[in-house]
């Protein structure tokens, strides 16, 4: 018989046979696996994770999560994640507007909306994103980008009119959301008085309740004024 080696030796993954055995056991338990980005430095997260996790640092720009948003089934994950990312997330949250899928450009506005604050990101660079989304080819879109023009209520001359605007659109959801956020807007939201008061003769009576909502608010407004 051959006294010499019977297979070529491998050199071992990560260089600690003991380190090696222990995550690749502890792997093979576990039913399930999944991918977790993790704010914090890999090297403080070292010691605090069992041996089956393998920990890789990430890049600060989060270009693994951003192309995840054209992903079927990982857009919304996707988008809120960048959502907390900070103002690196913006770039590839603005790119991803002009992707095909309405549900990568919905999603995409919905985060660019939540980062005006968390980044925070300044509102000229926001209210013209989202008064462009009033402008979307898809309801679901525009419906977003109302919501958030009024969440963020800045920037009047450029939001008021166009959710004066929005009052008008062809899908009842998107007027409703943008007599809404009109109402955020108080006093600022006078000169869309008229727009309201027609909507709020809307055939749908979601988008008439809510005009007349804000319609309500507006004329006390405008009564504390005198």
Same mark, same amino acid.
């Given at each position: 018989?051959?006294?010499?080696?019977?297979f070529?030796?491998?050199?071992?993954?990560?260089?600690?046979?003991?380190?090696?055995?222990?995550?690749?056991?502890?792997?093979?338990?576990?039913?399930?696996?999944?991918?977790?980005?993790?704010?914090?430095?890999?090297?403080?997260?070292a010691?605090?994770?069992?041996?089956?996790?393998?920990?890789?640092?990430?890049?600060?720009?989060?270009?693994?999560?951003?192309?995840?948003?054209?992903?079927?089934?990982?857009?919304?994950?996707?988008a809120?994640?960048?959502?907390?990312?900070?103002?690196?997330?913006? #770039?590839? =949250?603005?790119?991803? +507007?002009?992707?095909? @899928?309405?549900? &990568? /450009? $919905?999603?995409?506005?919905?985060?660019? !909306?939540?980062?005006?604050?968390?980044?925070?990101?300044?509102?000229?660079?926001?209210?013209?994103l989202?008064?462009?989304?009033?402008?979307?080819?898809?309801?679901?879109?525009?419906?977003?980008?109302?919501?958030?023009?009024?969440?963020?209520?800045?920037?009047?001359?450029?939001?008021? #009119?166009? =959710?004066?605007?929005? +009052?008008?659109?062809? @899908?009842?959801? &998107? /007027? $409703?959301?943008?007599?809404?956020?009109? !109402?955020?807007?108080d006093?600022?939201?006078?000169?869309?008085?008229?727009?309201?008061?027609?909507?709020?003769?809307?055939?749908?009576?979601?988008?008439?309740?809510?005009?007349?909502?804000?319609?309500?608010?507006?004329?006390?407004t405008?009564?504390?004024?005198?």
């Amino acid at each position: 018989l051959p006294t010499g080696p019977r297979f070529t030796p491998r050199k071992v993954p990560g260089g600690d046979v003991t380190a090696y055995v222990e995550r690749t056991v502890g792997q093979a338990t576990w039913r399930y696996r999944a991918r977790v980005l993790l704010h914090a430095p890999a090297e403080a997260l070292a010691g605090r994770l069992p041996p089956a996790v393998d920990l890789e640092p990430g890049d600060e720009h989060g270009a693994e999560v951003a192309a995840l948003l054209a992903e079927p089934g990982g857009t919304s994950e996707a988008a809120i994640a960048l959502s907390f990312m900070g103002k690196d997330a913006l #770039p590839p =949250l603005r790119d991803a +507007l002009k992707n095909t @899928d309405p549900i &990568v /450009r $919905r999603e995409s506005l919905r985060s660019i !909306g939540k980062l005006k604050d968390r980044a925070p990101l300044e509102a000229g660079i926001v209210i013209p994103l989202l008064t462009g989304g009033l402008e979307d080819p898809d309801p679901g879109v525009r419906a977003v980008a109302a919501t958030y023009l009024g969440i963020i209520h800045e920037a009047p001359d450029a939001s008021v #009119p166009a =959710l004066a605007k929005g +009052l008008t659109d062809s @899908d009842a959801e &998107v /007027r $409703r959301s943008a007599a809404a956020a009109l !109402g955020s807007f108080d006093a600022q939201a006078l000169p869309a008085l008229a727009a309201l008061q027609k909507a709020s003769t809307d055939r749908n009576e979601d988008v008439a309740r809510e005009a007349t909502r804000t319609i309500v608010k507006l004329q006390g407004t405008r009564e504390r004024q005198r």
